[in-house]
């Protein structure tokens, strides 16, 4: 089989498992915290940005096979983060008349995220080297 194939297969293998994963996540979530804040988004795109620093910097491009790429990045990690509900949620917050908890959400999500892929790939850097 080909390697586009195989990629493709990986892809689409990872991004179901990653999918059932950020279910399982905001499902836990809503139950634990409610469903006032979109809490289960927040700890997948966190969640999410942390491990691919990790996974990319211990890895890098040419560390991880393309496969193994295919399956954790854009598969797994493609599937269980959620910006395109993130945006929703967001949305969803302003139109409700909470654009503090919109305001908080796009904050949240974007700094602390963007601070966790760098500490992520700080520590995907420390285990590479060891």
């Not at 908080?104 to 992520?120: E, K, P, R």
């Given at each position: 089989?080909?390697l586009?194939?195989?990629?493709l297969a990986?892809?689409?293998l ?6 059932c994963l950020?279910?399982l996540?905001s ?10 804040y979109p809490v289960?988004t927040?700890?997948?795109n966190?969640v ?10 211990s890895g890098?491009p ?5 496969l193994?790429?295919?399956l954790?990045l854009s598969?797994?990690l493609?599937?269980?983060t ?5 945006m929703?949620?967001t949305?969803?917050?302003?139109a409700a008349?909470?654009s ?5 959400n796009?904050a949240?999500?974007?700094?602390v ?9 700080g ?8």
């Amino acid at each position: 089989m080909p390697l586009f194939w195989q990629r493709l297969a990986c892809v689409a293998l990872g991004g179901a498992l990653g999918s059932c994963l950020r279910w399982l996540v905001s499902e836990w979530a809503a139950v634990r915290w409610g469903t006032g804040y979109p809490v289960g988004t927040t700890i997948v795109n966190l969640v999410g940005s942390f491990v691919f620093g990790v996974l990319w910097a211990s890895g890098g491009p040419s560390g991880l096979s393309p496969l193994m790429r295919a399956l954790l990045l854009s598969g797994v990690l493609g599937g269980f983060t959620t910006f395109s509900s993130f945006m929703f949620d967001t949305t969803y917050l302003q139109a409700a008349g909470r654009s503090g908890l919109a305001l908080t959400n796009l904050a949240l999500q974007n700094v602390v995220g963007l601070l966790l892929m760098v500490v992520g790939s700080g520590l995907g850097r420390a285990l590479s080297a060891s």
